[in-house]
Nanobody, 120 residues
């Protein structure tokens, strides 16, 4: 059984910062790419940032220069540092990870989501 548990969401004012965390647990053989998605009210889910097992990163144009994704492989955890937050960043943020379990079956797992609300 593999689970992703997210934390760090909350309510902040525009210009503020938040740091999201997502920890994978269970009988894990390996974790490849990890990423953060978000879904705002009335919008489709979009990829915000991703990071490979080697540390290569990609970002949505809307967050470049403001957000930073990182990972701690020893803790099976991925982070999203969000700075200079804007009201349009308001969304539910979801963690995703490409994981092989102890039986070497590989699939993408999703966290439950954490709410980020940015007020003006």
């Amino acid at each position: 059984q593999v689970q992703l548990v997210e934390s760090g969401g909350g309510l902040v004012q525009a210009g503020g910062s938040l740091r999201l965390s997502c920890a994978a647990s269970g009988r894990i053989s390996s974790i490849n790419a990890m990423g953060w998605y978000r879904q705002g009210p009335g919008k489709q889910r979009e990829l915000v940032a991703s990071i490979t097992s080697g540390g290569s990163t990609d970002y949505a144009d809307s967050v470049k220069g403001r957000f930073a994704i990182s990972r701690d492989n020893a803790k099976n955890t991925v982070y999203l540092q969000m700075n200079s937050l804007k009201p349009e960043d308001t969304a539910v943020y979801y963690c995703n990870a490409d994981i092989a379990n102890s039986a070497y079956r590989r699939r993408h797992y999703w966290g439950q989501g954490t709410q980020v609300t940015v007020s003006s």
